[in-house]
């Protein structure tokens, strides 16, 4: 249905199957899904941002024919690989290796908190295929998930977004045919924090679908719980609250629709989708908090949906980069320029 609807592949041009609308249609699709479904969200904006846009910046013909027209139509899922147990914010310091070894590379390592791993075809990950060069030694491969060599981790038990499945995935020596190395050698890490500043414009929609999600809860059941005779909107305390969500709110589409604009006019945007994803995601945090508030005892249960808000918002604020991570990318291009 997605698919059909061409939310798997907004950015992608048409020619290779996509709907090829900019960036802040894709930002409006993923808020707007994010509103019912933060985990539906990341789906989709994982497979949009750190896939199909791969494919679209850095892969070659073959490549986007075999791959990139089934992710646009949604006939193949695509999940992305760089974090390992010990290389998080840190993230170049990998330790998966690629060695060539005549027309394939072989892969051995282990990657984590891969969102879409266990349900994705194919995944994208980053691998030292020159350890002595740092970061320059990092590239990018297409792994299709039927390759030998790939064995599965469980599917992680989060607290929020829970029907998008993440897990680790153990490469034991996989022989990765050469045609899937991504552009050339050593140009992984830049494919890579290229890709995640256009992917923190999708998880900054997704704050933003949650926190509008808060709102729309909020002002409904405030209007119709009555306490001490009137209704609970009445209140000054809770108008407070609600207030500060709908500013916030705002404040949030305008820095996404910035980030998004200046990714469109092909501009720099590293600093502006930082500035976005870090005040976005707190307002998602705030925003459900203060709903669960609004709610009360009844926010507190799983039956009304709002506590389940609060805790899908957590996740904006860590993974793409932690708002620590955010506060860091806007202060260094602060202090340079
Ligand atoms: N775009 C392009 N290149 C960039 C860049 C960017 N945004 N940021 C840095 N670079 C380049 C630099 O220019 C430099 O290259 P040159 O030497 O050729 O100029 C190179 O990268 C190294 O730069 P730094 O020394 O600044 O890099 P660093 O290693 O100190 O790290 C960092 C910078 C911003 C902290 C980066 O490591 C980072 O963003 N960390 C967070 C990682 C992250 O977001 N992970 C998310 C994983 S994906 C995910 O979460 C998906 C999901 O599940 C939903």
Redesign the pocket.
Known sequence: MMGELGYMGIMVPEKWCGAGMDTISYSLIIEEISRIDAAAG?IVS?NNS?VCQIFVNYGNDFQNETYLKGLAKGELLGS?S??EPQS?????NLKTIAVKDGSHYILNGTKN?V?NGINSDLVIVMAMTDKSKG?KGISAFIIPKDLDGILLGNKEDKLGIRSSDTCEIHFDNCRVPIENLISDEGEG??IA??S??G?RIG?ASQALGIAQAALDKSKSYAKERKQFGRSIADFGAIQEKIASMGTNIEASRLLIHNAALLKDMHKRF?KEAAMAKSFASQTAMDAATDCVQIFGGYGYMQDYGVERLMRDAKITQI???TTE?QK??IARELLEN
Request: aromatic residues 18%; glycine residues 10%.
């Open positions: 990341v994982v750190l992305f760089l974090s998080g914010s840190d993230a170049s908190w969102t970061y890490y830049r924090l290229t995640i500043d992917g998880i590293t993974y793409e980069g991570i860091m990318v």
